[in-house]
């Protein structure tokens, strides 16, 4: 899963991708239809003087082809931070003069998904320690069935699964995100770690 910084920006993104082609695109519907005051529909949307300039002038096509590696290169800029995560690998459990304990997070995180997957009710579950500021956290969501007793479950989610993780490492240390969601009625799915 993307961190959400990555998602912000991906939001920005396209946001700022959409306005420019609905733009564009209402430059040419209004151009098209003779309804963009000075020109007609049947003058071409490229201007002669332009074309001119394309053909005579030799810097012309080495400056887009510049563009359009910039352009490139942005484009696999944005693909790579795609694989950027807030996932930490390993959770420090204690770091002193006696020495270092940590365990692999994806490990810590998939236990909590069981325990919580094997709630009555539960249909999937998904576990993650991420970075957080100053320490990392844990995040759970759950999704239950509709006809869940979302009260029981809350309960039993908070004083089993949670204190199973609040016994294993440092509760202050590990502020914990849980999220329940109502799923659809179905079969359960397998848990997995974020």
Known sequence: MTSRRTRRGNRLGLALTAFTLL??????????????????????????????VAQTEPWFWPTVAAV?????????????VQLRSDRIPELVLADDEQGRTAIASAAFAS??????????SVTRTRAAVVAGRP?????????????????????????EVLADARAAADPAALPTHM????GRRGRRRPSRVL
């Open 23 to 52: 733009a564009a695109a209402g430059y040419t519907l209004l151009r098209g239809t003779g309804r963009l005051p000075g020109h007609s529909p049947t003058e071409p949307v490229v201007p002669p003087t332009l074309r001119d």
């Open 68 to 80: 359009a590696a910039v352009l490139a290169l942005l484009a696999l800029r944005w693909l790579l």
């Open 111 to 120: 236990a909590l998904a069981a325990h919580a997957a094997a709630l009555p």
């Open 135 to 159: 320490d990392p956290r844990l995040r759970i969501t759950i999704v239950a069935h509709p006809d869940a007793d979302l009260a029981q479950l809350l309960e039993r989610t908070t004083g």
């Open 179 to 182: 999220q329940i969601r109502i």
